[in-house]
């Protein structure tokens, strides 16, 4: 499968769930410069001309401001634009194959502020990312709308308010929607059902039992897993460029054959995309037994069937993040494919090590050049 390129969007097929934002931050001061000022005319004014290096970042925790987080997204994730998007642009955004710009009534501006923790968490993600896989993909622009539309026939733009982010052409474009709850299952499905103790769950939907579990998840791990999904879709850009067969060999390797999906696990399946053949049917994984425990090859969600291979294999660089142990004991071939494929697509993604830690704190730039 050529990957096309276009936006991706999260349109989980999850309950909506929305908390409160109960996290706060300090606030006091700026992250870049914790309890740095006085020290500022015995360390000397940074020179304008040196680039920050990203070894000795201090990631932010807590409430930061706007102007903070766009400048750590420039410094050290290589953003070119940060912006809160406008009507025009969105309406632009949805044009059709050579149509006029739909218009959307009723539009609203939206971003999560001057000041606000979801920055901090927005940047965790990408370090998460980071921290996984050595490096971060390509990400260009970051957008806020207050929500996703669709045009109809008539070039009216069509509210779409469950979906939290979207991805293409490498800008990440966050909506109000992005800390929607989700969950991986936690544990491999099996016909005993004897399943690790999830607590409380997300009410089940289609395909969801029999099988493993999906916990609740907190508002800020829902959040960061939204946005590394999002982030899979920009990996997917950089795989492609750094090899463009890389989705026909996903799609073989996970089972994709024709937009449907099958059971790899099965050595009849694998015989028959080796064949060039369909796969048998009794062996096709739809939305509605995604969890099933008869499957060999488990499906992470219930998104990753329904939504197609692009969506998998955004779903399986979020499990690979997030739930790498789950993965591996689900999803076997999916696992193996982000292991041996890795290297090769992070010539073509940012690296980003890790900062340079001395004891439990990062150490923060401006005191290594006191030495």
Known sequence: MAYDHKPRISSLSMPVVTFPGSHTGSGAMPFFQPALSPLRNQVGQRSPQRQPDPLFRSVPQGEISRAEFDQYLRDYFGVQDIHTGTQTEQEVSLTRHGRPAPSIPNWESWDPGTSSADYAHIIQAIEDVA????????????????????????????????????FGGGKLTIFEAFSRSRAFPNARSNASGSHPSAGVVLAPAAGETPGAPLPYQSRVHSLRENIVHELGHAMAEDAHRADPNVFTEFNRA???????????????????????????????????????????????????????????????????????????????????FIRDHIDLWRAQMQALPPPVMRGDFPLIEEFRHMA
């Not at 990400?139 to 539309?149: A, G, L, Q, S």
């Not at 048998?280 to 291979?309: C, K, T």
């Open 254 to 336: 996970t089972g994709w054959v024709g937009g449907r999906l099958f059971d790899i696990g099965q050595q009849a399946v694998a015989d028959a995309i080796d064949q060039g053949i369909p796969p048998p049917a009794q062996y096709h994984i739809q939305d509605h037994d995604w969890n099933s425990p008869r499957w060999n090859e488990q499906p992470m969600s219930r998104y990753a069937v329904a939504g197609g291979p692009g969506e998998d294999f955004a779903e399986t660089i979020a499990a690979f993040v997030y739930a790498n142990s789950v993965l591996q004991q689900r999803s076997p071939a999916r696992y193996r």
């Open 131 to 166: 921290a996984t896989f050595g490096a971060i993909p390509t990400i260009r622009t970051v957008v806020f709308f207050k929500m996703d539309y669709e045009p109809n026939a008539a070039s009216v733009g069509i509210a779409r308010p469950d979906v939290g982010a979207s």
